[in-house]
Each structure stands twice: as C-alpha cells, then as structure tokens.
C-alpha cells in the first residue's frame, strides 16, 4: 500500500507558486527546520528566510523562501511567503547582488541587527543554492 500524499501549497503575495503533492516537506521555520510527513499534527509556525525543500517520488526540490508563515493541517502543508525562489532559477548575480545588499545595511539598533541578520541569511540560502 502506498503512502498517502502531502499536498503542497506555497503563495505569495502576488501568485500561487506552487500546488503540488509531496512524500515530504522540511520548512525553515524561524528557529529552525521543521520535517513533515504524512499525517503530521497540526502545525502553524512563523518562517524564516531559508531553504524550503520537499520530495516526490524520490526527486528533491529546493526553494529559497523569504519569511512568512505556515500551516500543517489534514496533510497539507500551506506556506505564505513575501518571496520564493526555485534553486534553479538563483544565478550567480542573484547571490552576489543580495551578499552586497547585506553589506549596505547598517546601524546598530535592534531593527538594523534583524535586517542584516535576515540579510546575511538570504544571501547565504541564495549561495547555497547556486553552489550545489
């Protein structure tokens, strides 16, 4: 008997980007990643910027998120996100052009710390991404 599917659903402000099953789905919640297999718990969790990545079939995807939120109910996995983009489609300027922008930020108040962490964190997903 096979496994049942999870389904997949990622959107973002501007568009559904993904709607698709899955065997698995590991999501970059802010404190950390989280796996979700086939009958999980029910889950909402706060996103960080990271690396959203999911299996079918026994083929892996990858994905670099920008924050949001998610929810995992009745195996489905929804993320909301303000950003996505497939590891296929990171080049190279993309990853260099967001490692300059972590470097423009500045200031040392709390909000200026959260945007270069979340900077930082973006342009390392993106090199990540383009390096494999």
Known sequence: MAAKKLHLLV???ERSVLD???????????????????????????????MLRFERDGRGTR????GGFAQVLDNSVTVLTSDVVPAEDVSDA???????????VTG?????????????RKASVLRG????
Not at 63 to 66: L, R, T, Y
Not at 108 to 120: F, H, K, W, Y
């Open 108 to 120: 040392s108040d709390d909000a200026a710390v959260e945007a270069r962490t979340r900077a930082v």
């Open 94 to 104: 993309m990853a260099s052009s967001a490692a300059e922008a972590a470097l423009k």
């Open 20 to 50: 698709e099953d899955a065997d698995m789905v590991v999501i970059p919640a802010h404190d950390g990643e989280v796996g979700v297999l086939n009958l999980r718990a029910p889950l909402m969790c706060e996103l960080g910027v990271g």
């Open 63 to 66: 994905m670099a998120i920008d």
């Open 129 to 132: 991404l383009r390096g494999r």
């Open 11 to 13: 959107i973002t402000p």
